[in-house]
């Protein structure tokens, strides 16, 4: 803290002027009650003088520590000071009574440094009632921190380094004065008191008398009149102060000009006037460098600012005091700068050279350029040799480049380094099928990363692979599947498919039916639970019929028709029952007198007897007839369909003697049978499944005809057909969609399955591999004027490679160019786009081409006198302008070679131009 309050301390007494001359200079018909920096009161030394004009070489003293007090409490501002009044409590070496009544007047601010608040104040004059000495406020500098409020207390108090020998003179002088002021009052009482009647009218004698005391002396004039005598008191004289006829006097050790002034007094005819001498308005002096040049040294680096001292006089205008001379306090280094120099970049050579200027910040931070812009170096950047890197964590293939750069010191080539085009990585899963893991049950989509190169093409960076963040489960699909039934074996499993869903959210099919994982094989089990018996009248026998099924769940499902089994039973005809009951009543013919005993056919199944007919008259024994007569009606029959037979019907009569019929039994089933016939009547088809169920219509040829038992249905335990796998067909859909610059069509994979009919059933399958409709990306070439952007504008640089030199009549040299050349340069940005055709914008390649307007004469002697030359020849060069030619030969004149060439319109580049830019880039 200490190193920084001397650094301060020397700072601000750097700034000591700045701060006492802040205020400008105040007309001496305009007193202040405090003596302002840089002002002045009637009668009053001016601050910085003391006597002699302060020299810089008087500034080196010995300072002492001064105690002050604040006769006020003041509140310290930030940086603008304050004027503030300061008891002088101690001055080493000054006698008490030196200090009695004085007051010094300070400044006091406070600046903030390192997050420091730190208090200065300064003296610039010492008063004693109405007497003013100033002060060289330099010499006097206190410095302090302030932790607190910026407040300065009045018991607080303030140590000042000051110089002792100007603090204790100017005491003095105050002392002085005040004592001078004493002798002159009391010489004036003297001859006030001599002119007196006796002599003792005034002093200390007075006191012991009242009246004596009230006592004033009168005047000469009032005397002579109390005396009765004739006073002639002369002519009054006329006192005028004034500056007519008196020089502003410069004093450049305080800083201002000073207006000097002079006393004319004038009694009656006698005038006298009093020499020139300083006045109270004063004008800061001040330091400008307006219409001054820094002078520039370019072989030691830097230049030197210049200013010349003014100031105002009172009548507005400015006065020089002193010319521009240099500043010795500052320089300003000289750089080398290449950010204000255009580079002169050549695509067609794909070269650039590097320019560079020599330049300096002035007073004001504005650059000023001593050198203008030289070339240093040529480069060529180029892509040749150098590969396009991809960068996995960017994202991005970046075309990568060097730089061959051609100096004095030869040709060098720079590794190949990472430029600034660069084409996006893109992902696909198109034609990248799923990688299928039966074992763990997954189906993992696979994509391919790529990115679209500069012609337009897809560069492959990694070929298919999984993708993380897209894994299906494989499950299994029970419900599509049909039941496995193995008659051979006579167990029946369940059947399952194996499927996903991918990101699409379509169904892929992994495997079709095949028994499912896990699943039990359940046996076939033999049942007559919803069979008949079969009867058999002419072999005498019944038959057991069964049918197949198994059980899953708590479903049972029949695998089979009813159908014989090894199980028979043997028909008895009976007409009586063991106790020799007639079973049947017996058949009367009353007319003829004769009985006929009825019978039925009975079989035994499981120990259970069972009439299998209706009762039958005897007809061997009888004259009674059995007629299917009014019984051939075969929707009255009974028809067995598990039996797969239908009964007829008859009746029995006997004839009348007339002939009649005489019927005595109703319609009753016979024992003729007719067997079920089936034909195809179509068939009923489970596409899900992939089975078909066969129609059937059954029926029964009678004496009668054809009869239809049942029409086109599925008979129970009807066997299921498969479909039989043809082929698998992928198909293209109307779905179009892109990839990079590739177009595909979305493909339907599916089955062709022949059903039992003939017929097809397409099974979808879920989405096939995408169909490659080719390319879908068109490069557009900026080949119109307007789809180049001006970059940048090189005006117009003259150049003479040639000059002639010849002696005119007076025999003067002159010198005149021959070979003048111009160039007007521009520099465009175009880009060449590849777009997709439905409008996506896939890649761009951006150049930049400049291009060159020139312009170039040639002049001969005999025309260089007249002051005329040949007519401009003018071309468009697709290139950047030439190298500067370097030293330039001296030429007099034409001048309108270097002077008034208008600016041509660059917005646009000609047409010639961007043909040769396309070729030259191979767009």
């Not at 002085?176 to 002599?199: A, L, P, T």
């Not at 009014?630 to 009569?653: I, K, M, V």
């Not at 004496?703 to 698998?728: I, K, M, S």
Request: overall charge negative; hydrophobic content about 30%.
């Amino acid at each position: 803290m200490k190193r920084l309050f001397l650094i301060l301390l020397a700072s601000t007494c750097l700034s000591a002027p700045l701060l006492a001359q802040s205020t400008p200079a105040t007309p001496a018909a305009a007193p202040a009650a405090t003596a302002q920096p840089g002002t002045a009161q009637p009668g009053t030394a001016q601050p910085g003088t003391t006597g002699t004009p302060t020299k810089p070489e008087d500034l080196v003293v010995e300072k002492v520590p001064m105690l002050t007090l604040p006769k006020v409490s003041v509140e310290v501002p930030e940086n603008e000071p304050v004027p503030l009044d300061m008891t002088l409590k101690e001055v080493p070496g000054a006698e008490p009574e030196l200090l009695d009544g004085v007051t010094a007047k300070a400044f006091t601010r406070y600046v903030t440094v390192e997050g420091d608040r730190i208090g200065q104040l300064v003296l610039t004059a010492v008063t004693k009632d109405e007497k003013v000495e100033a002060l060289p406020h330099e010499l006097f500098v206190s410095q302090f921190e302030i932790k607190a409020a910026p407040v300065l207390p009045t018991a607080e108090e303030v140590t000042v380094e000051g110089d002792q020998e100007t603090m204790i003179a100017a005491l003095k002088r105050l002392q002085e004065e005040e004592e001078k002021e004493d002798d002159e009052k009391e010489e004036k009482d003297n001859r006030d008191n001599k002119d007196g009647r006796d002599g003792k009218s005034g002093g200390s004698g007075t006191s012991s008398n009242p009246d004596a005391a009230g006592y004033k002396t009168p005047d000469k004039l009032e005397q002579a009149k109390t005396d009765g005598e004739d006073f002639d008191p002369g002519p009054v004289p006329e006192v005028e102060i004034t500056a007519d006829g008196c020089p502003i006097r410069v004093d450049l050790a305080q800083g201002v000009a000073i207006q000097q002034s002079r006393v004319i007094m004038t009694t009656g005819s006698t005038t006298e006037t009093e020499p020139c001498a300083d006045g109270a308005t004063r004008f800061p002096i001040e330091r400008t460098s307006a219409g001054c040049e820094d002078i520039v040294n370019l072989s030691a680096g830097y230049a030197t600012p210049t200013f010349r001292l003014t100031y105002t006089g009172p009548d507005g205008r400015e006065t020089r005091v002193a010319e521009c001379q240099p500043d010795p306090e500052r320089s300003f280094p000289i750089e080398e700068d290449e950010a204000g120099c255009a580079v002169q970049q050549d695509d067609v050579n794909q070269t650039y050279v590097r320019l560079q200027r020599l330049i300096y910040r002035d007073a004001n931070n504005a650059t000023v350029v001593v050198q203008d812009c030289q070339p240093i170096e040529t480069r060529r950047v180029l892509t040749q040799g150098c590969d396009i890197r991809v960068d996995l964590d960017q994202g991005m293939a970046i075309q990568q480049i060097r730089t061959e750069t051609v100096g004095e010191d030869g040709t060098s080539s720079e590794q190949c380094r990472d430029g600034t085009t660069r084409y996006p990585l893109l992902w696909s899963s198109l034609s990248c099928p799923d990688r299928i893991d039966l074992t763990a049950r997954t189906a993992t989509a696979q994509r391919r990363l790529y990115y679209v190169g500069p012609t337009g093409r897809e560069v492959e960076v990694k070929a298919c692979e999984d993708h993380p963040e897209q894994v299906f489960p494989i499950e299994e699909d029970r419900t599509v599947c049909p039941h496995f039934v193995d008659y051979d074996g006579l167990t029946v499993v369940e059947q399952g498919q194996l499927l996903y869903r991918d990101a699409e959210n379509e169904t892929i099919v992994v495997r079709d039916c095949a028994p499912a994982e896990g699943a039990t094989p359940v046996p076939l089990e033999e049942t007559a639970e919803g069979c008949t018996i079969r009867h058999d009248f002419t072999a005498g026998r019944s038959w057991r019929q069964t049918k197949l099924v198994y059980h899953m769940g708590d479903l049972t499902y029949q695998a089979g028709d009813c159908i014989d089994s090894a199980t028979w039973y043997p028909q008895v005809r009976l007409y009586e029952t063991a106790a020799g009951q007639e079973i049947c009543p017996p058949v009367v013919d009353t007319a003829g007198k004769r009985i006929t005993r009825a019978s039925r056919v009975q079989i035994t199944g499981d120990g259970k007897p069972e009439f299998i007919t209706e009762c039958q008259p005897d007809t061997a024994s009888s004259a009674l007839i059995a007629t299917t007569d009014g019984c051939d009606n075969p929707g009255t029959w009974r028809h067995d369909l598990s039996a797969g037979q239908s009964y007829g019907q008859e009746r029995f009569y006997y004839s009348r003697q007339d002939g009649r019929r005489e019927y005595v039994t109703a319609c009753q089933p016979s024992s003729a049978t007719y067997p079920h016939q089936i034909e195809i009547a179509g068939w009923q088809n489970h596409d899900e499944q992939r089975f078909a169920y066969r129609l059937s219509t059954v029926y029964i040829s009678t004496p009668q005809g054809r009869h239809d038992l049942l029409v086109a249905e599925v008979l129970p335990g009807t066997e299921q057909h498969p479909y039989v796998l043809e082929r698998e067909v992928v198909t293209q859909t109307d779905q179009i969609y892109y990839d990079g610059c590739t177009r595909f069509a979305k493909t339907e994979k599916s089955e062709i399955w022949r059903r039992p009919d003939g017929s097809e059933y397409t099974r979808p399958m879920g989405p096939g591999a995408p169909a490659n409709l080719g390319g879908a990306c068109n490069t557009q070439q900026p080949s119109d004027p307007g789809q180049w952007t001006l970059v940048s504008v090189q005006p117009w640089r003259h150049e003479c490679r040639s000059a002639v030199q010849w002696m005119d009549g007076d025999n003067r040299q002159h010198s005149a160019c021959t070979a003048f050349y111009a160039f007007h340069a521009a520099q465009y940005q175009g880009t060449l786009t590849t777009v997709r055709e439905d409008g996506t914008p896939m890649s761009s390649s951006t150049a930049t081409k400049w291009e060159t307007l020139v312009l170039q004469t040639s002049c001969s002697q005999s025309s260089e006198t007249s002051g005329s030359c040949a007519s401009y020849s003018q071309s468009w060069s697709p290139a950047a302008p030439p190298p500067p030619y370097g030293a330039q030969p001296n030429y007099e004149f034409p001048q309108q070679h270097a002077l008034g060439l208008p600016n041509p319109n660059r917005n646009q580049p000609q047409t010639s131009s961007i043909a040769a830019w396309l070729a030259e880039l191979g767009w």
